[in-house]
Structure formats: C-alpha cells, structure tokens
C-alpha cells in the first residue's frame, strides 16, 4: 500500500484557483489510477478526477473545463488545478490510488469557496 499526503486546500472566493497535490510515499510509475475524491458536507463521496498509468483523465460533469489533473512520476505527486472555483465546490478533497486491487486513501485537504 502506498501512502498518500495531500496539500494545497484553502479558502478562496469564488472565481479563484487553487492548486491541489498529492505526494506519495513512494513511485508511483506503476499505479494503474491515481485522482482526486471530494465530500461535502451531508453528502457521499463522489468522483472528481481520474489519471491513468498512461495519461488518460476523466472528470465529473460539474468539473469539466474547470479543474485539470496531472501526474508527474519523477516527483510521485498527482496535481489538481482547480480555476473558476464556484461554492458548490466547498468540499474535503481526498487523494485516491488504486494499484491492481489496493486502493489508497489520503487524509484529505478542505478547499473552500466563498460567495
């Protein structure tokens, strides 16, 4: 199992950005997905962004255009650049790894909008 720390959370208004990184403990060459789960408040955990092994991404609807995840192997960090922050994305920000069956979790980083 790999260990993730997330960093980068914050306060911002609305319009902002942010930048969310995800180090792990070790290489990350051979993860198969590496990304980015958020929750809010009342609610259930839901998918943000996703990164393959080979560089494929995948992205909610809500967050499309706006956020982008990347992954650099050489400083086994995977990166969420979050633009035009909106409040409806006040949420915990958890890192997410799933290595063949091993799924890793963060600690989570809160990212918060203001009006």
């Known amino acids: 199992q790999v260990q993730l720390v997330e960093s980068g959370g914050g306060l911002v208004q609305a319009g902002g950005s942010l930048r969310l990184a995800c180090a792990a403990s070790?290489?990350?060459?051979?993860?198969?997905?590496m990304g980015w789960y958020r929750q809010a408040p009342g609610k259930e955990r839901e998918l943000v962004a996703l990164?393959?092994?080979?560089?494929?991404?995948q992205y909610a609807d809500s967050v499309k255009g706006r956020f982008t995840i990347a992954r650099d192997n050489a400083k086994k960090t995977v990166y969420l650049q979050m633009n035009s922050l909106k409040p409806e994305d006040t949420a915990a920000y958890y890192c997410?790894?799933?290595?063949?069956?091993?799924?890793?979790w963060g600690q989570g980083t809160q990212v918060t909008v203001s009006s």
């Open positions: 997410y790894s799933r290595e063949l069956t091993i799924v890793s």
């Open positions: 070790r290489s990350i060459f051979r993860i198969n997905t």
């Open positions: 990164i393959t092994s080979g560089g494929t991404t």
